[in-house]
């Protein structure tokens, strides 16, 4: 069982995932004919989903226009936490297979499709992902190269009440803008700004077209999507000690339908050259090795535990020290 502290739990040991790749590899070499291979049917997803939101956005604009009731300012939020977020949280995850080259063998396309999934995002996010995540699979709880710690002032901030916590999940993302500056990582590029202005052109259309609260729908949409919403315990779900002995997680639970797989996390990052279409197949063949972990089959359980257990906090991490900072190659 987790306990909080007031700093991370620190270890010298390598992260657990190189090792069981190897191991799991050289008992079932079959599921190394499944690393490198791509998933185009994910962009069909993303053109789906980033007209679904457009829609949406579209007919809540034309009902506040006609004074219909779908287009008031309490529907569009409550259609952002019904549906929006799912469909947003489903771009994230689009995002996150573009990051590893996993749509297309081309990196210029991969980059592509990153920059349109995220479009109803309202604010840039794919190409900066893009930059820092890699060398979170590499340097796992490393706190200078790891942009999937949060800050030691953030957890200071946030403490462990209820109410800090869910402060932090209502404003997630703008946590999340505060930390490149304390990373080893380059952070802006030329596809960064690409990205940004397609992000703006996107929003001035939205707001243009459909309105405030077309565009209130998709802000909304984007905050629930990753925030103060039980979609928002992905980001506890993947790598906070809830048990003492074990650093990354899966969820085996019905969203995994909605966003794409991405709760298996464990299968992830033993092997994240594999498309999410393909990790379920990782666990069929080599079973041992993930159903004896814990993991996690509820989101919504999760995300009021974290809220009201005082055990846990934003120091209920990892973080590698000494010889444990060793960096592992990431596809």
Known sequence: MATATAHF?????????????????????QIGKLIGTRNPFTFAILLGVVGLQTGIAALIGYGHASDAWYGTWWMALLAAYLIGAFANHTLYVVIHEATHNLIFKSRFLNKVSGVLADLPNVFPGSMGFRNYHIKHHAHQGDYHQDADMASHWEAKLIGNSPLGKAFWFLIFPIF??????????????????????????????????????????????????????PLGARWIQEHYIVFKDQETYSYYGPLNLLSLNVGYHNEHHDFPAVPWNKLPEIRRIAPEYYDTLHYHTSMTKLFFRFIFDPNMSLYSRVERIGEGKVSHTAA
Do not use: C
């Open 9 to 29: 739990v620190q270890s010298s040991q390598n992260q657990p995932h190189p090792g069981r790749t190897q191991e799991i590899l050289r008992k079932y070499p």
């Open 176 to 229: 999340q803008l505060t930390r490149p500056p304390r990373l080893q990582v380059k952070f802006w590029d030329g596809w960064l700004m690409v990205n940004l202005f397609t992000i703006l052109a996107y929003d001035g259309a939205v707001l243009y077209f459909f309105g405030w609260t077309g565009f209130l729908y998709m802000v909304a949409s984007f905050f629930f999507s990753i925030g103060l919403h």
